[in-house]
């Protein structure tokens, strides 16, 4: 078992660990009821066990679509309804169990509905156990963009089972060694080597990343400077997923095209030396996260300079210069052609 702690709630990682859940939902909460928020995949591969897992107490499911797309004001309002139906009140726990829709969502609903109920996060897929479980920002999407609508709202505590990942399809596995790669390139080089040899991860490794998240949210709690770090392959990542509607490529294979979009910028601006970009690149095409041919700057280059983000004085853009070395470089529409 590995415990991690951010100031305001700790992090569990345990082999295991979903069979403890009860004891430590006791240790911070006094009621018997639990508004559960999962998705229809999760909930049919693990609600019976989750129920094992609780039992003494009275759990309330709330099943919704899974997919990017129930990341969305419909599903969020629908969601919150459902949950009032069925009684919650502010003083009651939700349980987000799920993938980082799920967890995202789940959040902001705790964040919001009677301003604010606590919540913890039992992420199911490797890209929420390493990456949007931690660190406290939830939200949903809009047409215009994803993530425009979120708040900072901390969990309780999250529990992560690496166990949980044995049911997992491999596209949605390596969806989540894509946001491990980067955390290695941005904050342990270490890491970074492991990935290239490995395609599976344990515990360990799950830990090492989540480490990287950490420390940059400790230095920048809420998004001003280093914790930009955590961005580098997202500016055209979100674009990439954007454009195609959240339906051609999963979160870790658009991003993965947006490092390697990120490794070009570096190399034009001067920044990474040619020689990291192709590693990386053959990384991803080994780990099937990119293809041949890749994906193209120029066509999604309009969508990030006419992006809100994109302030008079250019760009904040994150340049990797070698694995675990990391910089904030100001873009001009120059620096894309």
Not at 29 to 42: G, I, K, S
Not at 254 to 260: C, D, H, K, Q
């Given at each position: 078992?590995?415990?991690?702690?951010?100031?305001?709630?700790?992090?569990?990682?345990?082999?295991?660990?979903?069979?403890?859940?009860?004891?430590?939902?006791?240790?911070?909460?006094?009621?018997?009821?639990?508004?559960?928020?999962?998705?229809q995949?999760?909930?049919?591969?693990?609600?019976?066990?989750?129920?094992?897992?609780?039992?003494?107490?009275?759990?309330?499911?709330?099943?919704?679509?899974?997919?990017?797309?129930?990341?969305?004001?419909?599903?969020?309002?629908?969601?919150?309804?459902?949950?009032i139906?069925?009684?919650?009140?502010?003083?009651?726990?939700?349980?987000?169990?799920?993938?980082?829709?799920?967890?995202?969502?789940?959040?902001?609903?705790?964040?919001?509905?009677?301003?604010?109920?606590?919540?913890?996060?039992?992420?199911?897929?490797?890209?929420?156990?390493?990456?949007?479980?931690?660190?406290?920002?939830?939200?949903?999407?809009?047409?215009?963009?994803?993530?425009?609508?979120?708040?900072?709202?901390?969990?309780?505590?999250?529990?992560?089972?690496?166990?949980?990942?044995?049911?997992?399809?491999?596209r949605?596995?390596?969806?989540?060694?894509?946001?491990?790669?980067?955390?290695?390139?941005?904050?342990?080089?270490?890491?970074?080597?492991?990935?290239?040899?490995?395609?599976?991860?344990?515990?360990?490794?799950?830990?090492?990343?989540?480490?990287?998240?950490?420390?940059?949210?400790?230095?920048?709690?809420?998004?001003?400077?280093?914790?930009?770090?955590?961005?580098?392959?997202?500016?055209?990542?979100?674009?990439?997923?954007?454009?195609?509607?959240?339906?051609?490529?999963?979160?870790?294979?658009?991003?993965?095209?947006?490092?390697?979009?990120?490794?070009?910028?570096?190399?034009?601006?001067?920044?990474?030396?040619?020689?990291?970009?192709?590693?990386?690149?053959?990384?991803?095409?080994?780990?099937?996260?990119?293809?041949?041919p890749?994906?193209?700057?120029?066509?999604?280059?309009?969508?990030?300079i006419?992006?809100?983000?994109?302030?008079?004085?250019?760009?904040?853009?994150?340049?990797?210069?070698?694995p675990?070395d990391?910089?904030?470089?100001?873009?001009?529409?120059?620096?894309?052609?």
């Amino acid at each position: 078992m590995t415990f991690l702690k951010m100031p305001n709630y700790d992090i569990h990682i345990e082999e295991g660990g979903l069979t403890h859940l009860a004891k430590h939902i006791k240790s911070i909460y006094e009621f018997d009821d639990l508004f559960v928020v999962t998705d229809q995949n999760v909930f049919d591969l693990y609600h019976e066990k989750l129920i094992q897992s609780l039992i003494g107490f009275h759990l309330s499911f709330v099943v919704l679509p899974p997919g990017e797309k129930t990341k969305s004001l419909d599903v969020y309002h629908q969601a919150i309804q459902t949950l009032i139906e069925k009684g919650i009140k502010r003083n009651h726990l939700i349980l987000a169990f799920g993938g980082g829709v799920i967890g995202d969502l789940t959040g902001f609903i705790a964040s919001t509905l009677y301003r604010g109920i606590p919540y913890i996060q039992i992420p199911t897929t490797l890209l929420a156990q390493v990456d949007s479980s931690i660190g406290g920002k939830v939200g949903i999407d809009l047409k215009e963009g994803k993530n425009l609508i979120g708040s900072f709202y901390d969990p309780k505590f999250v529990l992560i089972d690496p166990n949980l990942l044995k049911t997992l399809p491999k596209r949605e596995y390596v969806n989540g060694l894509a946001e491990m790669i980067k955390a290695g390139l941005i904050g342990d080089k270490k890491l970074y080597h492991y990935l290239l040899e490995n395609d599976t991860v344990t515990e360990t490794e799950i830990a090492e990343s989540i480490l990287v998240k950490r420390n940059v949210v400790l230095l920048d709690p809420y998004d001003k400077k280093e914790r930009m770090y955590l961005n580098f392959g997202h500016t055209f990542g979100h674009a990439i997923e954007k454009k195609h509607q959240y339906e051609t490529y999963l979160h870790g294979e658009a991003i993965s095209y947006g490092m390697l979009i990120a490794l070009q910028i570096g190399i034009h601006i001067d920044e990474t030396k040619q020689e990291l970009y192709h590693e990386v690149k053959e990384l991803l095409l080994k780990r099937g996260l990119v293809k041949e041919p890749l994906l193209e700057m120029e066509d999604y280059r309009d969508e990030i300079i006419h992006d809100k983000k994109f302030l008079a004085d250019g760009l904040n853009f994150i340049i990797v210069t070698k694995p675990g070395d990391v910089k904030i470089v100001k873009l001009k529409e120059i620096d894309m052609l």
